[in-house]
Nanobody
Framework: QVQLVESGGGLVQAGGSLRLSCAASGRTFSSYPMGWFRQAPRKEREFVAAISWSGDMTYYSDSVKGRFTTSRDNAKNTVFLHMNSLKPEDTAVYYC?????????????????WGQGTQVTVSS
């Protein structure tokens, strides 16, 4: 069992930056690839970014590529999402997730555990 707690959300003006953190409980954090997803009002939850077990591989959706960066610190059981050049369309609840490793190697982001989410609001 892994429990995930996000933090760092808030209100920011367009063009600004935020850093989200996701702290994981348990000793098995490093055994999961990790992902970030978001859900805007009246929209389906969508993939944002993912990072491999050791952090040497990262993937991003086209909508955030070049603006967002994900990283992890396995010693601190924490994964981060650095968001730059934020746009109003980035407004959403952001969730971190522990991903299934077997699916990961097939390029599929199946989720084992979800965090509770943190709100990011970007004003124009």
């Amino acid at each position: 069992q892994v429990q995930l707690v996000e933090s760092g959300g808030g209100l920011v003006q367009a063009g600004g930056s935020l850093r989200l953190s996701c702290a994981a409980s348990g000793r098995t954090f490093s055994s999961y690839p990790m992902g970030w997803f978001r859900q805007a009002p009246r929209k389906e939850r969508e993939f944002v970014a993912a990072i491999s077990w050791s952090g040497d591989m990262t993937y991003y959706s086209d909508s955030v590529k070049g603006r967002f960066t994900t990283s992890r610190d396995n010693a601190k059981n924490t994964v981060f999402l650095h968001m730059n050049s934020l746009k109003p369309e980035d407004t959403a609840v952001y969730y971190c997730a522990a991903l299934d490793g077997s699916s990961w190697v097939k390029g599929v982001y199946d989720v084992h555990y979800w965090g509770q989410g943190t709100q990011v609001t970007v004003s124009s």
